[in-house]
């Protein structure tokens, strides 16, 4: 028989989650919003709603992810469908309790699941609960206030516990659950878990870096400032099966403490293994210097923030360093890489590091490295200390600011200071860095940023920086070769004969709606092409309105063509003499002379049907022009307001003769447009090249002859 707890849990469990809009099942299954719509259209068996907010419908949560799971569609698997939907729920009590109690206490409980190796809801009673998690922690020291603070706890405990136990059920293992509730940490508005902890991928980055899965067994990993444990998972995560280090690790806010041992003990390493104390620095007296020391130093506002300051404390911290040990730190850039002012205290710090053989590698990061602090610049400190016989002079600098965080990028940049070190700090051509720049620390004037002020070797001396002075030389022949077809070019020249147009012969007018009409032209709809599946090197052009309007070359975004076929299996090609229009953001007209491109909405496709007025056909040149000047002169004949589309443009309806000799002249004048593009293009071509090459030293120009 279910408790009255029971009861109460399940009442609110299904008063808060069970029901779901369209946008959160798209976010759950990781689709396109427009997607769960269509899926409710097109699948008779897709779950009915239950309930509308407004005019929105809503859905019960397990019915939606009971049919994800049974049809396979979307992208999410079972296990991670079932714990979003958990975590919807949790989303839903942020009103009724502060989302810091909310997360303490279902991390809490996640924790004492795995302590307990056992359910932590069912038949238990919620004063049975807390009784055995005091036996678990009788000294108070992970679980036990944050059980004891939850509000209502006789009616909100037992949900938790339900979600607890759903949560660690669809997990791989415990940790996994107490990682999917911490990711949801902005989802549910817990500033303080989020504030100072740097983006995932620089997380694992920074544990990389310190290089802990080469550690032996019981090797001493420190990380001050464990902040909600983020480096420390990413640390445990590194480590090979078979060995097992110490970790010590500190914080000043003992809510984190709390959460940081939490958060270790679900991952196996139990108190012999672990030593979180409240505080700046790690207990280190007892345990012993750190063989690795990992630290993100905590975020301090610019204006009571200074260089000296910054650096003292990782001088601090580098105090605990011995020979051949490591320290991986990440800080503000200002103090760590930006220029300082020469012979200036905190000028005279940084170079004791280069001095002392101390600083080995620095990366420079873009914005984003801490998403709750969007404008705080940071840098990478690799530090090591070696014996003064071993030390030999040199610095890797690496510079990421302009580059976007992805893995690929990072991954070069850390096995890059992997080589270096394994290379014993030194220079080794067998390894030699693309991406970064290995500098003696003498060629570092006082003062100066600690950026790389050149590409390396292996970066500038690449094949296209060998082919340069023969594609230099190309240039100059195709520029000569231009001006040699301009001395023989032959052709009349261009002659309009425009004249006014006599009073008795006024122009006849109609509308785009009218062409339409009298179905001379043909109206076909863009596409909505998804912007993942544009790329640069497809099989097909794509025209966006970018195109249209001019703003982007025609063919810099094109799509595969197994792609086209699949996912847009009714999507229609241009013909060549197309005109292709927009009117979102701004109007533009296309006219594309090949075909066999693909039309992205919001443009779309005006077609010439010749077969309707073979004596008074509509050309496709010609009637692009008049549209452009009609978007452009906006009122015609008096008309109040400008017409707003592009059906109701009035243009002027040529006679045969007249449209046959404006559509020569645009001919000729896109003919000879072409050609000065190209030329353009080809002198572009070779001052840009001459520049890059100049500026990267790997061109040198002889003396001009007369």
């Known amino acids: 028989m279910p408790t009255k707890q029971g009861a109460a849990a399940s009442s609110l469990s299904e008063a808060n989650a069970r029901l779901i809009s369209y946008a959160e099942i798209a976010t759950m299954a990781r689709v396109q919003r427009p997607v769960p719509t269509t899926w409710a259209r097109r699948h008779s068996d897709f779950p009915s709603p239950v309930a509308h907010e407004g005019t929105s419908p809503l859905f019960d949560g397990r019915a939606v992810v009971d049919w994800l799971i049974t049809t396979g569609h979307g992208n999410t698997d079972a296990p991670e469908l079932h714990a979003e939907l958990a975590l919807h729920t949790l989303a839903g009590w942020r009103r009724r309790v502060p989302p810091r109690i909310l997360l303490d206490a279902l991390t809490s409980l996640i924790c004492l699941h795995q302590q307990l190796d056992a359910p932590v809801s069912g038949g238990l009673g919620w004063r049975s609960l807390v009784e055995r998690a005091e036996s678990l922690d009788p000294d108070d020291t992970f679980l036990l206030s944050e059980l004891r603070s939850v509000p209502d706890a006789e009616r909100i405990g037992p949900a938790l516990a339900t979600l607890a136990d759903e949560l660690t059920e669809a997990a791989y293992a415990p940790a996994e659950a107490f990682d999917w509730v911490l990711d949801s940490r902005r989802r549910l508005g817990s500033a303080a878990h989020v504030a100072d902890e740097c983006a995932p991928a620089i997380t694992h980055t920074l544990a990389r870096l310190a290089l802990t899965a080469d550690l032996a067994e019981d090797a001493v990993i420190a990380v001050p400032h464990a902040r909600s444990g983020d480096l420390l998972a990413a640390l445990h995560a590194e480590r090979t099966s078979e060995a097992e280090h110490l970790y010590v690790a500190a914080d000043p806010d003992p809510t984190l403490v709390r959460l940081v041992r939490r958060r270790m003990l679900v991952r196996g390493v139990y108190e012999y293994r672990l030593d979180v104390v409240e505080g700046v620095d790690p207990d280190t007296d007892e345990w012993g210097d750190p063989h690795a020391l990992v630290c993100a130093l905590p975020y301090e506002a610019a204006e009571t923030r200074t260089a000296l300051a910054v650096l ?146 292996a ?173 452009e002169h906006g009122r015609v004949n008096g008309a109040m307001r400008a017409p707003r589309r592009i059906e109701d443009l009035i243009v002027p309806d040529l006679d045969p003769t007249e449209a046959a000799h404006y559509d020569a002249l645009l001919a000729e004048i896109s003919r000879r447009t072409a050609l000065l593009r190209q030329q353009s293009a080809a002198l572009d071509d070779l001052a840009r090249l001459t520049a890059a090459g100049l500026t990267d030293g790997t061109l040198a120009l002889n003396a001009l002859p007369n």
């Open 459 to 631: 970066n500038r001396y690449t094949q296209p920086v060998y082919e340069r002075p023969v594609r230099i030389s190309e240039l100059e022949l195709t520029v000569q070769q231009f001006r040699e077809q301009d001395r023989a070019d032959q052709s009349a020249p261009i002659r309009t004969n425009a004249v006014l147009r006599p009073e008795g012969q006024p122009i006849r007018r109609t509308s785009v709606a009218r062409l339409l009409k009298e179905r001379r032209l043909r109206r076909l709809p863009g596409h909505r092409i998804a912007a993942e599946h544009l790329a640069s090197d497809g099989h097909y052009p794509v025209i966006t309105p970018a195109e249209v309007m001019g703003v982007a070359p025609v063919g810099g975004r094109r799509i595969d063509r197994a792609v086209l076929l699949t996912a847009y299996e009714h999507a229609e090609f241009t013909e060549p003499g197309d005109i292709v229009v927009t009117t979102s953001p701004v109007f533009g007209v296309y006219v594309d002379e090949e075909g066999l491109s693909v039309v992205a909405y919001p443009a779309r496709v005006l077609r010439a049907r010749h077969d309707r007025d073979p004596e008074h056909p509509v050309r496709p040149r010609v009637l692009a022009a008049l549209l452009r000047a009609a978007a």
């Open 312 to 457: 003292e404390h990782i001088q601090n911290l580098a105090d605990l360093l011995s020979a051949g040990r490591t320290a991986v730190v990440l800080g503000p850039a200002d103090a760590l890489v930006h220029a300082l002012p020469a012979h200036g205290e905190a000028d005279r710090l940084r170079s004791w590091f280069l001095a002392e053989g101390l600083l080995k590698a620095v990366i420079s990061l873009p914005d984003g490295v801490y998403p709750h602090r969007p404008a705080y610049r940071t840098a990478i400190w690799v530090l090591s200390r070696t014996p003064e016989t071993d030390r030999h002079g040199l610095v890797l600098l690496s510079d990421l600011t302009a580059e976007t965080i992805t893995a690929a990028t990072l991954n070069t940049v850390i096995e890059e200071t992997h080589d270096f070190h394994a290379a014993g700090w030194r220079a080794d051509r067998r390894h030699e860095p693309r991406r970064a720049v290995l500098v003696p620390i003498l060629h570092l004037r006082p003062g100066a940023a600690l950026t790389p002020q050149y590409r390396s070797y």
